[in-house]
């Protein structure tokens, strides 16, 4: 039966990336193709790109991530438990309220730290 | 074996987690890499699916795809000269062949019937059967009853939360360690 | 659908897989046409706004503009920049629009109509959307272009960002009915919606939503004037239209989820009957949501990206976790409500839960915004101690700048 209900998804994302490939491969066939050196190049506001692209990112964008990823396994948790809810009793807010306050000092943490401001 | 419809999408799932893994390991590109390792989870994620797990499979997708990958993405980003490095080759292939061998060889040996002979007891899955079928499927529910009741997890679930905070004080302590 | 397969001659599992696969295709077929009348009610809509008319030259009230559009954007060369990652600079637009297209399997539409109802519904669409984030940094990386680059990572910053308020708000519904699944909720809110028991959580919901798919205010993605269009810059042609197109769907299935979790999705009188009102209840809440996002997107101006971060790490994630532990507790208070009788006396029976979690949830979100206009407050006192006059007549802050101003905007409208 569960299967069953996948067998859709299975369905709607083996056909859902056929969707987007079909207007760009029509795109390919009917547009014009014409190189130019000036053209092809990567547009950084009309001045001539300077060094790699590919070049070091800011620390802060990785925090941020970290952060995200803290987040989002604690969520990852708290969806059972939000499931369950009903069927429990006062316990189950306690064991909820003690493992989300465990987080939020986690996040007073890093607020008081200052990691939070953007640089 | 017949070829049932999930036989079907477990070879497609198998085939991407594999062949994922492997283009992990042989792209000469990071970014590349990190890519097929998304691919690669992906194809577990549907072979979570495949055992009726699907809360198993969204969390593989929204924790290790859609925050864990990122993470990857962004470290790689974060060390410029990795970047660069055409040349990755070593000389140390022997020894993980070997290596490789020999994990393989013991994998052979436990899940197959091969190793039955050798251990003297059956340590491998019944073939014949199809198990799937017989498992009582945990819901999500039972798993929530099980997180907060004393009978079931209760303290190793705050203690999750405890080690997560912890992550999260010393990654901000790490990274800021060259302010401060 | 099956059976009709099976009369036609084909084998009873083929069949199966075949009426999926049809049912799927149309789903997303529908789905990924629907921008090309959402975006003509964008584009009037704002034209109204801004005091404008609009498209009103190609067909009648320009309604076929769009179609003319696309004709026009299959024309158009695909150009590859040099140097690009050709492979993942191409994926990332497919990906994109995939990742969309895979909500629509979830959306309740009416009691029966619905592509999968799945017990995980709602991970499933946090999940799928999540993908999002990879397509903008496979976009990012791939274009070697620096304003790309950086765009991407602005953008990838901001969407994992918003996404905890997000999910912490999505908690309330599944806390409330108890299940993930889309067609559970919606059969919940028989009674009450459940905008009534959590509207500071339906708020956070349609903001971090809006966050999600980069509108206005939160369109630092596109940012034009400050990273020349952030991730997309290198993109044109079909390519560019598939992340356009991608916006607007996403826009939209959010506009529907949001009908779905908090206004009752399909409810409405006689939809138990009659599938097909179940679609015109839940397509005109969308279309309500959908106008509401439009006005805010018309209203509001950019955010800085700063004060973007500082919005959601200090202001709706935590006031979206203390809206879930009041609402665990509150709803903790109340015995469960027979919900078998019929319609009246469940409305009076439930009524005093509702009403109590309902104004616990207004309180709550009424003491955070008096929190925050206390610390804007404060901000502006601050600013106004550290600045000379001249600089004050700059930033335009004080009182009297403002009283002049609006001064001049009275006499220069005679």
Known sequence: ?119 | MELTWESLAFLIFSVLSLGGGLAVVTLRNLFHSALMLMLSLFGTAGLFVLLVAPFLAAVQVLVYIGAIAILILFAIMLTRTIMGVQTTYNSQWIGSAIAALLVFGLLLLTFTPLGDDVFDEQLSANLEEDPVDDVDYVTVEEIGIAFSTRAGFVLPFEIVSLLLTAALIGAIVVAREDEA | MTEILIDLGFGEDLADVLAKYLGAGLLAGIFLLLPLFTIWIERKGAARFQMRVGPNRVGPYGLIQNFADVIKLLGKELIFPRNVDRLTFMLAPILMVTSVVGIVAVLPLAPTVIGTDLSIGVLYFISVSSLATIAVVMAGWGSNNKYALLGAFRTVAQLISYEIPLIFSLLIPVLLVGTMSMQGIVEFQGTYWLILYAPTAAVIFLLSNIAEIGRAPFDLIEAESELVAGFMIEYSGMAFAMFYLAEFLHAFLVAVIFAVLFLGGWQGPFAEDLPILGIVYLAAKTFFIYLVMMWVRMTLPRFRIDHLMDFNWKFLVPLSVAHLLVTGFVWRLFPDTDLSGGLFSRLVDEFPRMAVMGLSSVALGIVALSLLRQYAANQRQRILSLTTVDEEYALAITPQTTAQSSVVVVTSGD
């Open chain 1, 1 to 119: 039966m569960e299967l069953n209900q996948w067998a859709f998804v299975g369905a709607l994302l083996s056909i859902a990336w056929l969707l987007p490939v079909a207007p760009i491969v029509l795109n390919i066939l009917l547009a014009p193709r014409r190189k130019g050196e000036i053209k092809s190049d990567v547009y950084e506001c009309g001045v001539e790109t300077v060094g790699d692209t590919w070049g070091q990112i800011k620390l802060q964008y990785y925090l941020y991530a970290i952060m995200f990823l803290v987040f989002d396994v604690e969520m990852v948790f708290l969806f059972p438990w939000a499931v369950a809810y009903n069927a429990l009793g006062m316990g189950a807010f306690l064991a909820g309220a003690v493992f989300i306050l465990l987080l939020i000092e986690g996040l007073i943490y890093a607020w008081r730290k200052g990691a939070l401001e953007w640089q």
